[in-house]
Nanobody
Framework: VQLVESGGGLMQAGDSLKLSCVGS????????MGWFRQSPGKEREFVAA????????YYADSVKGRFAVSRDNAKNTLFLQMNSLKPEDTATYYC????????????????WGQGTQVTVIS
């Protein structure tokens, strides 16, 4: 059972980037999924969540209107489209599985990916 993120990189402010996360070892389409991020010296923070069938999603205020979460259950893949990137978006981004209504809380997560680094320079 694992989640594997990819797509991170070094970006300039204003750029766009799309992260991917592939799940394996469990029924991906039965689970709500989400994204978190963590910067050095800071706690891991919620970014976005999406329900199992993509009918519902919600976002942290800091990324609302700039980021979009989506999924392709046929490919067991979760995405995070990040637009208008800012230096404060610099962090390690983690894919997560958990309860949809509790997704914004770390304690609501039962499976984490290893993370992918996103660095945004001005």
């Amino acid at each position: 059972v694992q989640l594997v993120e990819s797509g991170g990189g070094l970006m300039q402010a204003g750029d766009s980037l799309k992260l991917s996360c592939v799940g394996s070892g469990f029924i991906f389409g039965d689970n709500a999924m989400g994204w978190f991020r963590q910067s050095p010296g800071k706690e891991r923070e919620f970014v976005a969540a999406i329900s199992w069938g993509s009918s519902n999603s919600y976002y942290a205020d800091s990324v609302k209107g700039r980021f979009a979460v989506s999924r392709d259950n046929a490919k067991n893949t979760l995405f995070l489209q990040m637009n208008s990137l800012k230096p404060e978006d610099t962090a390690t981004y983690y894919c997560a599985r958990g309860s949809f209504k509790n997704m914004r809380f770390v304690k609501g997560i039962d499976l984490w990916g290893q993370g992918t680094q996103v660095t945004v320079i001005s």
